[in-house]
């Protein structure tokens, strides 16, 4: 949805949304204005990415959808990411494994210690539940900015 640096699929550009506007910073800015925690959905299986099917190409795959992240959180300083995408798959063959999932938390932990995250699947250990705990998942967060962090 938001005009990614690292490939040339998203909303913005494909479609009739103005191409000087980015729709992910308006929602968030609407949301922190009506004081809602912003919360992002991301599927780990991209069907139109061909890098994903393929065990020789995979890790580039995986290269990317990282430094997405690392945009998503950057650049907009989400509460949630949701994701899903890990079941099994014959045709094509799903390349996403457990281990995958724990080196997903642990990255996503490193950029964002206090980001409440879920996979979705059974596939992992990091599966049904949020990264933290349920009395914890969105407490009041300060901002970036005073966290230290560049805006």
């Known amino acids: 949805m938001w005009p990614t640096r690292q490939n040339t699929w998203n909303l913005r550009d494909h479609s009739s949304f103005d191409s000087r506007r980015d729709i992910l910073a308006e929602l968030k800015r609407a ?3 009506a004081g ?11 069907w139109h990415d061909p890098d994903f099917p393929d ?10 959808m990282y430094a997405q992240l690392k945009e998503l959180i950057d650049n907009y300083d989400p509460a ?4 899903d995408g890990q079941w099994d798959a014959v ?11 724990a080196e997903l ?3 996503l932990r490193g950029l964002d210690p206090g980001l409440s995250s879920t996979t979705g699947s059974a596939r992992s250990a ?16 300060p901002s ?8």
Do not use: C, E, H, M
């Open 31 to 33: 949301a922190d204005a």
């Open 105 to 107: 938390q642990k990255y």
């Open 55 to 64: 065990p020789a190409t995979f890790p580039r795959y995986k290269q990317r």
């Open 91 to 101: 045709n094509p063959v799903n390349r996403w494994s457990p281990q995958d999932g």
């Open 36 to 46: 809602v925690k912003l919360g992002f959905y991301y599927s780990i299986w991209d």
């Open 144 to 151: 970036r900015a005073s966290r230290g962090r560049a805006v």
């Open 80 to 83: 949630l990411l949701w994701f």
């Open 126 to 141: 990091w599966s049904t539940a949020t990264t933290a705990p349920r009395s914890r998942r969105f407490p009041p967060r």
